[in-house]
Structures are given as C-alpha cells and as structure tokens.
C-alpha cells in the first residue's frame, strides 16, 4: 500500500478505536484495561490476512468498509 494510503487508513483505524474507548469488555490479560487501537488493528490483520500496511492499494475501499462495520458492531455489543 502507498504510503498515502497507509497513513490514511492509519487514521481511520485511529477513529475506529476512539469509538471504542471504554467499550471492550474486560480481559484477564489486560488488567489495566484494553487498547482499542490495538484491538482494531488486529481485528483488520485477523480478517484479510496481514497488516493494513501490507495489504494491495486495491483493498482501501474494503478495509473502509470493514472499519465501519466494527464501529458499528463491537461498540454496542458489550
């Protein structure tokens, strides 16, 4: 992914995750709490396979996609 592109959806990840501060369930294995950050970043590298940063140029569009659908969902499921 150019670099652009990379620092964009970096952005948008970002956005993901402030939607979700205080909103992940708590975790044995965080007892200081949860990165959000960290949380939708893994849940992009889970779901296509690899980094947001090493995915096609091709897959911008469908990482947008997938950032709205986890804002949308893992925000009111807890």
């Given amino acids: 992914m150019n670099e652009a592109n990379k620092k964009y959806l970096w952005k948008l990840i970002q956005l993901t ?13 965080h007892p200081n709490g949860r990165n959000p950050y960290a949380h939708v970043a893994l849940k992009v590298k889970n779901n296509f396979g690899k980094s947001y940063k090493d995915l096609p140029d091709e897959k ?5 996609t997938y950032l709205n659908f986890i804002k949308d969902t893992e925000g ?3």
């Fill in 60 to 64: 911008i569009n469908e990482v947008m």
């Fill in 17 to 29: 995750g402030d939607s979700l501060v205080n909103k992940l369930p708590d975790h044995p294995n």
């Fill in 76 to 78: 009111r499921k807890y």
